[in-house]
């Protein structure tokens, strides 16, 4: 669901990377549609564009709950302030937001190259539903429905798996699965 008239402003919340439990376990329902979960979202659209990314679902904030929010259209780009300072420029926006959701997909399957802000550095081809169909709910808990192609599909995808406690790297083959699994978990540790 697009949130009109979203103002860019929140607070920046801590990204959990894998493998941090949290990542790995099947978020429960959002039952309460409230202004803390607006408040909620508002934080995870903030955070999601400053990472930059395209994708940030409940998990990587390390809430294990059904919802992530999008925007795979907007631009970013650094300029120089009449002070001489450089800062990012945000604009275009088209924040979603996606409660509860539930895919319906069938037909083709795409190679996309996908990336992760809970695993950073990695970027690799997963096999994905070319066109999907949504069902969710928006911030006043009201159900749509909606068809989505190509990256924003992928998009729904990628986040969606979050919610079932699915990171990208799960998706590739055990080969390089494995790799990626003892390479982060050793960065992790230092
Ligand atoms: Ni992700």
Do not use: W
Request: with cysteine.
């Amino acid at each position: 669901m697009k949130i009109e008239n979203y103002e860019f402003k929140g607070t920046l919340l801590p990204i959990v990377t894998y493998p941090d439990p949290v990542l790995s376990k099947v978020a429960v329902p959002v039952t309460v549609f409230d202004k803390d979960l607006e408040n909620l979202v508002m934080d995870m659209l903030y955070t999601m564009y400053h990472a930059p990314g395209i994708g940030l679902a409940a998990p990587q904030i390390g809430k294990s709950i059904r919802l992530f929010v999008m925007d795979v259209d907007y631009d970013r780009e650094e300029v120089t302030t009449a002070d001489g300072k450089e800062e990012m420029r945000y604009t275009n926006f088209n924040p979603m937001v996606l409660i509860n959701p539930v895919i319906k997909s069938s037909g083709e399957k795409i190679l996309y190259e996908e990336g992760c802000l809970s695993v950073p550095g990695v970027y690799e081809e997963v096999k994905r539903f070319e066109h999907i169909k949504v069902d969710y709910q928006d911030l006043q808990g009201n159900k749509h429905s909606m068809e989505a192609d190509e990256l924003f599909a992928i998009c729904v995808q990628h986040e969606n798996d979050h919610l079932d406690g699915v990171v990208f790297i799960e998706r590739l083959s055990n080969l390089k699965k494995q790799f990626y699994k003892k390479k982060l978990a050793k960065e992790k540790n230092g």
